[in-house]
């Protein structure tokens, strides 16, 4: 069975850029989770979806915004990217909620923001 | 604020020899515990768990501890390998469905 996948590995943007990142779940899997690593910080969730609907958030500004579509592939967007946002953004899938934890992440998408 | 703490980045230990890595927590909601191995260019992968029903879980050479009182928990690999050397991250959650709060991580070296 596939693991996650998550397009593109790496990405660089400029400030004030906007960018959207991509996740494919293990086949099965509905829920959906997104966090940011950065050093000193370790993983802070973002959001997490199930069946295309927001189920939990982060405390992240509203720049962040994801979904899900009804393959529970999800993406998320920032906008008006700020030198902050660099990181490593990870995605999980668990089989649903209740099941969160089991999640099974992908290797992530490393932004960089210049 | 962080509700989960792993207040050493790092750690080195000889091969052979026991690693013990720890974490700490502030809500008392919290009823169930993971420690993911993060190694780099890849996501993390879970290692071990443990509810609060219990005060200790073992799967072969790892073992999580559980203090309640003290909010603390551990894990503790016995014997340690070049293999291990990896990012530790422990996560916390309230209830089954809800998020998980997940510490700074530490980077543990095993050293051959």
């Known amino acids: 069975k596939a693991g996650v996948t998550q397009t593109p590995r790496y990405l660089i943007k400029t400030r004030g850029q906007q960018v959207t990142l991509s996740c494919s779940p293990i086949?099965?899997?509905?829920?959906v989770s997104w966090y940011q690593q950065t050093p000193g910080q370790g993983l802070q969730f973002l959001f997490e979806y199930f069946s295309e609907t927001q189920r939990n958030k982060g405390n992240f500004p509203g720049r962040f915004s994801g979904r899900q579509f009804s393959n529970s592939r999800s993406e998320m967007n920032v906008s008006t990217l700020e030198l902050g946002d660099s990181a490593l953004y990870l995605c999980a899938s668990s089989l649903g909620p209740r099941e969160s934890y089991e999640q099974y992440f992908g290797p992530g998408t490393r932004l960089t923001v210049t | 604020d962080q509700q989960v703490k792993q207040n050493s980045p790092s750690l080195s230990v000889q091969e052979g020899r026991i690693s013990i890595l720890n974490c700490d927590y502030t809500?008392?909601?919290?009823?169930?515990f993971l420690w993911y191995k993060k190694y780099p260019a890849e996501g993390p992968t879970f290692l071990i768990s443990i509810s609060s029903i219990k005060d200790k879980n073992e799967d072969g050479r790892f073992t999580v501890f559980l203090n309640k009182s003290a909010k603390h928990l551990s894990l503790h690999i016995v014997p340690s390998q070049p293999g291990d050397s990896a990012v530790y991250f422990c996560a916390a959650s309230a209830s089954s469905g809800n998020q998980f709060y997940f510490g700074t991580g530490t980077s543990l070296t095993v050293i051959p």
């Open positions: 086949s099965g899997h509905r829920s």
């Open positions: 809500n008392s909601m919290f009823d169930y």
